[in-house]
């Protein structure tokens, strides 16, 4: 063979192997809008100059209720996409399914037993073997403060709920909306938890509500986060009713409201109205939860491809993880990076202050699931669980004791 032809050959088999290990990446996810859509638009450029096809499968709407939907049907029919969003203990109902890659070759090739904390990487296995891959991680446990209405009302943020009453008084008379709420389930969900965190402590959440442990469960404690949660309803004004958050965060932003409790997704309200944190506005953690962190995590599960794209499948899974991704989706997204040990210095204050509280929770033992954001329960008790808690807050003549005994039922809903 003469050089030319040998040449020729090899250029050949070179094109081949590129056909060979290039691969289409097909992502189901709901990113529609906003610095969502931005950075997704990062990775499928990251996952395309790996010499992979992208091929978008977004479905809007429902808060990810539609795209699970348009999800089972996929993987009934034996054709699922490359990767879904998905979360928390969903993770582990797929991975029963048996339909689940394992990704063990490159978490332990990049290290991620080392990068993500133990419980957060707990969240991301199935049977102590890799099948999701996390993108991000919200702070739940945020307070949001309007600076100046306390000033007028010459008192300072809570820092317990004990304290929460008095404080809250002061604003009313001053002439201000305590707290900003939304009057909706899962935002009722949110407010709770912050409450039972801040009222019993990491372990004791861990037990209650990430265990499911009925002694916990039916305690004091619990009795005394349902009169602390009747008591923080008084302060909400009358058309709280159906609200949405971003609306809640809103009345913070424009001097109506005092406080709002919300996750770290309430910061890009803030940031779009232009205001400064330090400044225009505070990021606190809700009352007697400053040393503790209850986290929501987007993730990505990715589907066993049968004889096909598995580079593909590892190299999008690798993209996720990697720190120019981590950096910009959550710049974007208002979220911190869920890799240990990121360079901050180009995200805001209160995500610093989230990304150092996330290091110290994760070695005290105090960073913990949100149950409210499907991290922590089953669906089918989430929901029960959920439904328990807006009822309570709609529902004046529901006691406390009636609400811990209605809970401890919930949580064996199957």
Excluded at 54 to 60: G, I, L, P, S
Excluded at 198 to 207: D, L, N, P, W
Aim: hydrophobic share 45%; proline share 5%; with cysteine.
């Amino acid at each position: 063979m003469n050089v030319r032809r040998l040449s020729l050959a090899l250029a050949a088999a070179g094109v081949m192997t590129a056909a060979a290990t290039a691969g289409e990446v097909e992502v189901l996810h709901w990113w529609t809008s906003g610095g969502e859509a931005k950075s997704v638009k990062e990775l499928q450029k990251m996952v395309q100059a790996k010499g992979h096809t992208w091929k978008d499968f977004a479905v809007a709407g429902g808060a990810g209720d539609n795209a699970m939907t348009v999800l089972k049907t996929r993987v009934v029919s034996g054709n699922p996409p490359t990767a879904a969003q998905v979360k928390g203990p969903a993770i582990q109902e797929w991975g029963a399914e048996g339909v689940l890659a394992n990704l063990d070759s490159v978490a332990k090739a990049d290290s991620w037993d080392t990068l993500l904390p133990p419980v957060v990487a707990k969240v991301m296995k199935y049977q102590g073997h890799y099948v999701a891959v996390p993108v991000n991680v919200h702070r739940v446990n945020w307070m949001w403060v309007n600076p100046e209405i306390f000033q007028k009302a010459g008192v300072k943020p809570p820092k317990t709920w004990d304290e929460f009453p008095a404080v809250a008084e002061k604003i009313q008379k001053a002439g201000f909306i305590p707290v900003a709420h939304g009057g909706q389930p899962w935002q009722d969900d949110t407010l709770f938890e912050s409450i039972a965190l801040g009222i019993g402590g990491a372990s004791y959440y861990q037990k209650a509500f990430v265990n499911l442990d009925p002694a916990a469960l039916g305690s004091p404690t619990t009795l005394k986060a349902f009169d602390t949660l009747r008591m923080v309803r008084k302060y909400m004004d009358k058309d709280m009713p159906n609200r949405d958050w971003n609306l809640a965060t809103a009345m913070v932003i424009n001097g109506k409201a005092a406080m709002q409790f919300m996750g770290d997704w309430a910061k890009g309200e803030f940031t779009a109205a232009g205001k400064v944190p330090g400044k225009d506005y505070l990021c606190l953690a809700a009352p007697g939860t400053d040393n503790a962190f209850t986290f929501n995590i987007d993730s990505f599960i990715v589907f066993a491809q049968k004889n096909k794209d598995q580079k593909a499948t590892t190299d999008f899974a690798e993209a996720v993880m990697s720190p120019q991704f981590q950096e910009v989706f959550n710049l974007n997204k208002g979220s911190i990076p869920v890799r240990l040990h990121m360079d901050m210095s180009k995200f805001d204050d209160c995500a610093k202050k989230s990304a150092a509280d996330f290091v110290a929770t994760n070695k005290a033992g105090s960073l913990v699931p949100s149950f409210a954001h499907e991290m922590a329960m089953p669906s089918a008790v989430k929901g029960a669980v959920q439904d328990l808690v807006s009822e309570f807050m709609n529902t004046p003549s529901m006691t406390s004791k009636d609400a811990v005994a209605k809970l401890v039922a919930a949580a064996k809903t199957k």
